[in-house]
């Protein structure tokens, strides 16, 4: 009993510090400082931006490339979520919660995973982003 005890305090404190890890945010063009929050994904199929954008809405995707800037509202406000997201293919809008940022900064020379879901909205095809990696060279 008195094991058993240890055991899920011991589990009680080992998912309470992942709930607390620190993220980083998106440096580039565009940045808004947003706070950082915990983040967890699945895998997904790697595909391009060319795939992603005419692929059924939900269709899950891994995509890499680059965030090469946060978009801005036309009242001239950064949302902290919509980025453009480019490949060899070419470009999409994605939106990024901050509990999908990775724990490392970056900027739009930084190569990155996305994992996430096709959107098709009234504005076209997004990627709802779920988990961000760096990619290592």
Known sequence: MMHLMKFRSLAIAVLASLAFSAHARYMGPGAVAIPASAATADTRM???VVQAIVAPDDSLVMLEGHIIQQQR???GNAPDKFYTFKDDTG???VEIKPKA???QKFDHKTPVRLFGEVDHGRYG?????KRIEIVKS
């Open 46 to 48: 790697l595909g391009k």
């Open 125 to 129: 095809a997004k990627i709802d982003v």
């Open 101 to 103: 940022m990775p724990a």
């Open 91 to 93: 470009s999409v809008t």
């Open 73 to 75: 509202l036309r009242s």
